[in-house]
């Protein structure tokens, strides 16, 4: 039987305006949710977060608004309603920092704080289950930090092929494998 093609990553590049309607952090908890878990309904997700069915059933609808979700129909019943996610992930274009628009600089700002704060509660919680993966993931993690001199172009680069690394080992389907999270954060840091 021929192997299966690996299948591309369908990415919803932001724009001004889907940036301000995902830009709120119960909707980026939405979304994260259901890429995560699968598809869900409004109460499912209040649930796992914590929140109102009221709050999450109008920021789903609000995501779908600008394409982040959609309807789940073959998993409905009567008037529950299933949702999942539209695309795999997000690509933000740096550009919009620069927009006129001072609503759609704070959008970007929101944005990047709440991708941030769910980086640093990923690893915190990773932390505080480690012991849930001992011993047979215990000398495949890693948290570890560089400081390298690099141009904006070689860190673009760097980044570039750490990407397509990370593509090339996406689809691995042994039977012990897990869901490995990865964070990348490149950033200037003042010189000493």
């Given at each position: 039987?021929?192997?299966?093609?690996?299948?591309?990553?369908?990415?919803?590049?932001?724009?001004?305006?889907?940036?301000?309607?995902?830009?709120h952090?119960?909707?980026?908890?939405l979304?994260?949710?259901?890429?995560r878990?699968?598809?869900?309904?409004a109460?499912?997700?209040?649930?796992?977060?914590g929140?109102?069915?009221?709050?999450?059933?109008?920021?789903?609808?609000?995501?779908?608004?600008?394409?982040?979700?959609?309807?789940?129909?073959?998993?409905?019943?009567?008037?529950?309603?299933?949702?999942?996610?539209?695309?795999?992930?997000?690509?933000?274009?740096?550009?919009?920092?620069?927009?006129?628009?001072?609503?759609?600089r704070?959008?970007?700002?929101?944005?990047?704080?709440?991708?941030?704060?769910?980086?640093?509660?990923?690893?915190?919680?990773?932390?505080?289950?480690?012991?849930?993966?001992?011993?047979?993931?215990?000398?495949?993690?890693?948290?570890?930090?560089?400081?390298?001199?690099?141009?904006?172009?070689?860190?673009?680069?760097?980044?570039?092929?750490?990407?397509?690394?990370?593509?090339?080992?996406?689809?691995?389907?042994?039977?012990?494998?897990?869901?490995?999270?990865?964070?990348?954060?490149?950033?200037?840091?003042?010189?000493?």
């Open positions: 039987m021929p192997e299966p093609e690996p299948q591309e990553r369908r990415i919803h590049h932001l724009d001004a305006r889907s940036l301000r309607g995902l830009a952090p119960l909707r980026m908890q979304l994260n949710a259901l890429r878990h699968g598809p869900a309904t109460s499912m997700l209040a649930e796992r977060l929140e109102s069915s009221g709050a999450t059933s109008y920021h789903l609808r609000q995501l779908a608004t600008h394409g982040f979700v959609e309807d789940t129909p073959e998993r409905g019943k009567g008037r529950e309603r299933w949702w999942q996610a539209a695309q795999d992930g997000v690509g933000f274009d740096e550009n919009l920092f620069l927009d006129t628009d001072p609503a759609v704070g959008a970007a700002d929101t944005f990047l704080h709440e991708v941030a704060t769910t980086h640093a509660r990923e690893l915190s919680t990773a932390i505080g289950t480690r012991e849930d993966w001992l011993p047979k993931w215990s000398h495949s993690t890693d948290m570890s930090d560089w400081t390298v001199r690099l141009t904006p172009e070689h860190t673009r680069e760097l980044v570039g092929k750490i990407h397509e690394l990370l593509e090339n080992y996406a689809d691995d389907d042994a039977p012990e494998a897990e869901r490995v999270r990865f964070h990348l954060h490149a950033f200037p840091i003042e010189s000493e």
